[in-house]
């Protein structure tokens, strides 16, 4: 059986005054997607897909120069659209998240509900399945919220423990066919 790795990009270049959805990665997150490039290898990943936002791109790039794969570009891989939301301190942004999760028919924070980023980002998922039927895993390079989301509608996870526990880089492993999580990889 097929397996999909979801993979949360490195640690961006944080900027306050930049909006989050155009942060690039900094130097620690450039080592920090060579780590998890060493993770993956040997894995017989066949395809990588990647979110067009810069931080995940340049994770999957890292990752795709080290597995000698090219990165495909999807815009709907996207995080939940947060494009209206100015920086904010942190303590604040995890109570408005937890929220989110809580209410997913809710517009509690952006620009989508949790419900319209899953059903967005599950939708580039299963084109992505559609068209990669064969036996070799896939990778998408994404972004924690619609990771989350996916997880908890496809392997039953509680989203926002599994949102505040992956790290910057991190990834979790599901079966293609019945959403069963085979391994999950918080830090690296």
């Avoid at 490195?10 to 998890?36: C, N």
């Avoid at 980002?121 to 994404?142: H, N, W, Y």
Wanted: aromatic share 6%.
């Amino acid at each position: 059986m097929a397996r999909l790795f979801l993979i949360k990009h490195a640690r961006p270049q944080i900027d306050p005054q930049v909006p989050s959805e155009r942060w690039s990665l900094g130097p620690e997150g450039r080592d920090a997607a060579t780590r998890l490039a060493d993770r993956l290898r040997g894995r017989g990943i066949g395809r990588l897909y990647t979110s067009t936002e810069p931080k995940a791109l340049e994770t999957a790039q890292i990752v795709g120069q080290s597995l000698e794969l090219s990165a495909v570009e999807l815009p709907d891989l996207h995080e939940h659209d947060r494009s209206n939301v100015p920086h904010m301190d942190t303590r604040e942004f995890i109570s408005l998240m937890a929220l989110f999760f809580k209410q997913p028919d809710r517009l509690v924070l952006g620009e989508e509900t949790a419900d319209e980023a899953y059903e967005r980002f599950a939708a580039a998922i299963d084109g992505i399945l559609e068209r990669e039927s064969g036996d070799a895993p896939v990778a998408v390079v994404s972004h924690g919220t619609v990771i989350a989301l996916l997880a908890q509608h496809r392997a039953k996870q509680d989203p926002f423990a599994v949102w505040r526990r992956m790290g910057l880089p991190s990834f979790m492993v599901l079966e293609t066919r019945d959403g069963l999580l085979v391994e999950s990889c918080d830090r690296l």
